[in-house]
């Protein structure tokens, strides 16, 4: 499965906005049946790299390939097998969600109307009201069934959920794990750009985090929670001052002690007991941790 | 069953699932013959990969622990453990390391240590003795 050609590949790509790189060198893998992360701060290049994956923008430099094609030479080959979601969803406002559906249905070789049927009953969306009548909850639900119906094989989401509420962003992730994923695993990739990373946190299984268009980490998420951990100590005394080989973020302050273990965490743990410490935990940093400490992490690994 | 995913443990989602039907199978709150639940509504209600839980499955399923009966679903298998002795002994001593490292970190000794796992035995051994009679019934007729 792992040898399976991968859905997006990118080598090297860049994008200039006159003498803005938004895309500068970045590299991607995003193997079949995946959900993968694309993690990185406002400005980081994450919508750019979609709109190249879309052909809704030319790379400067470098290639694309999804499904391995080239989007801008096959361009209704690669689009006939993803569905994308953006953060801000326009539609015909004079079209009913009834309308809207058929529309985009007319341009889909499949529709699970079993799906679409199913959906529209979850989200208790009126297929007889007008678009320009939904509220934005509402229109991001609407882009969601326009996206799973036609069953793609590649669902690309860029910061589906931000600026919903808690309720309808809870739904939404159901129903890509549900509606979504439950199909043939090998023919549904998620690609998912988001800043709300603790909501996809049991979805996504491997990400990568860019920085100023190129990429700073990319790891499976198992091995990333697993190799970055915060440990905390609280002694009886002023915390010692022994040496942290390899400890990352050492903060000490009065009794207690903190810090970030890097792959090393048991060695550290066993330097900390050592010191006979009244309290010792330790715990994984979650993917939100690990974006907030990227750079510092990517430091640590050169 | 109720499952809880903790992401900060520093365990794999996939084996936290793992143990907990394991344990759950060990202890008699999933009894032989029972389902567990279908992938799609657990990977929904806990909202994680299904990915994740179908390698726990398929995990679980090679330790022995469940079986995949086609176009039924998973049910927990007769506590036949296949493990050999000295495998089934190591996998415990794991967890009792795990524990007395615990311990040691929450400074609790070693007799008062000792004194609860008594205690938990204790505990078990009631459950046990209240779930008996009845699960004698009502597995008799669904493994027939």
């Not at chain 1, 938004?22 to 060198?25: R, S």
């Not at chain 1, 007319?106 to 529709?111: A, L």
């Not at chain 1, 910061?159 to 509420?165: K, M």
């Not at chain 2, 007769?78 to 050999?84: E, R």
């Given at each position: 499965m792992n040898t399976s050609q991968p859905v997006i590949e990118v080598n090297n790509l860049h994008r200039r906005f006159g003498r803005l790189d938004?895309?500068?060198?970045l590299n991607l893998r995003v193997r079949p049946g995946r959900c993968f992360g694309f993690l990185g701060r406002n400005g980081a290049g994450k919508t750019t790299t979609i709109k190249c994956l879309l052909n809704l923008l030319r790379p400067t430099e470098g290639s694309v390939r999804l499904f391995g094609l080239d989007p801008s030479r096959d361009e209704v080959a690669v689009k006939s097998r993803l569905a994308y979601v953006p953060d801000a969803v326009a539609f015909?406002?004079?079209?009913t969600v009834r309308e809207t559906l058929h529309y985009l249905a007319?341009?889909?070789?499949?529709?699970n109307g079993e799906v679409e049927a199913d959906l529209l009953r979850r989200f208790q969306l009126?297929?007889?009201?007008?678009?320009?009548?939904?509220?934005k909850g509402q229109r991001t639900q609407l882009a969601l069934i326009g996206a799973i119906s036609p069953e793609p094989e590649l669902l690309l989401l860029d910061?589906?959920?931000?600026?919903?509420?808690p309720i309808v962003r809870r739904e939404f992730i159901e129903t890509v794990i549900g509606a979504y994923q439950s199909g043939d695993p090998e023919r549904r990739t998620v690609f998912v750009s988001t800043h709300l990373i603790a909501e996809f946190e049991g979805l996504i299984d491997e990400f990568t985090i860019i920085e100023q268009g190129r990429e700073l980490i990319t790891m499976d998420a198992d091995a990333a929670r697993d190799r970055y951990r915060k440990i905390r100590a609280r002694f009886s005394g002023p915390a010692p001052t022994a040496s942290l080989p390899g400890a990352l973020e050492v903060r000490r302050n009065g009794r207690e002690l903190e810090l970030l273990g890097n792959g090393n965490s048991s060695q550290l743990m066993e330097i900390l007991r050592a010191q006979k410490p009244e309290e010792l935990t330790c715990e994984s940093l979650s993917l939100e941790e690990i974006f907030v400490a990227s750079r510092q992490l990517k430091e640590a690994r050169l | 069953m109720l499952f809880r995913v903790d992401f900060k443990s520093g365990k794999a989602v996939y084996l936290q699932l793992v143990d907990q039907i394991r344990y759950a199978a060990a202890s008699g709150a999933l009894r032989p013959g029972e389902p567990l639940p279908s992938i799609r509504p657990l990977a929904e209600q806990l909202r994680l990969n299904r990915n994740t839980i179908a390698k726990a499955y398929s995990e679980l399923e090679s330790q022995g622990v469940i079986e995949t009966i086609a176009g039924k679903g998973c049910f927990v298998k007769?506590?036949?453990?296949?493990?050999?002795k000295q495998a089934r002994h190591k996998l415990l001593v794991e967890k009792i390391d795990d524990a007395w490292v615990t311990a040691h970190q929450l400074q609790v000794d070693a007799e008062t240590f000792l004194e609860l796992t008594k205690e938990r035995l204790a505990f078990f051994e009631r459950q046990a003795a209240k779930e008996t009679p009845e699960s004698k019934n009502t597995n008799a007729g669904g493994r027939a």
């Open positions: 938004a895309v500068n060198g015909y406002p004079w079209m007319s341009f889909r070789q499949r529709w009126d297929p007889s009201k007008k678009t320009s009548d939904l509220s910061e589906p959920t931000s600026g919903l509420d | 007769d506590n036949h453990s296949p493990f050999t």
